[in-house]
């Protein structure tokens, strides 16, 4: 599984799939971030960009299941460790 950590993420210039709950989403996320949450990621693969893409949860966990998951489907994703709550922590900004 590919993975990068939060300060390697800014200027990636890649889709960010944010794969929390829509509350969690909603109470700030990574700005351009699309959210389709883990339990709904199944149902959603048609969403997912066709090329490479980042994944990202609150601390890396769930994001790194999924793109686990993703991975053996076929898709080109990197999970990014530290997650949204290390993005926040460096102060970096956020969409509400």
Known sequence: MKSIDITELEGRGLPLIDVRETDEFAAGHVPGAVNIPMSEITGRL?????????????????????VEYL??????????????????????????
């Open 71 to 96: 991975e053996a489907q076929g898709h080109d994703a990197t999970n990014i460790d530290g997650g949204t709550g290390a993005w926040i922590a460096m102060g970096k900004p956020v969409e509400h």
């Open 46 to 66: 048609a969403e997912l960009p066709s090329g490479a893409f980042d994944v990202i949860c609150q601390a890396g966990g769930r994001s790194a299941r999924v």
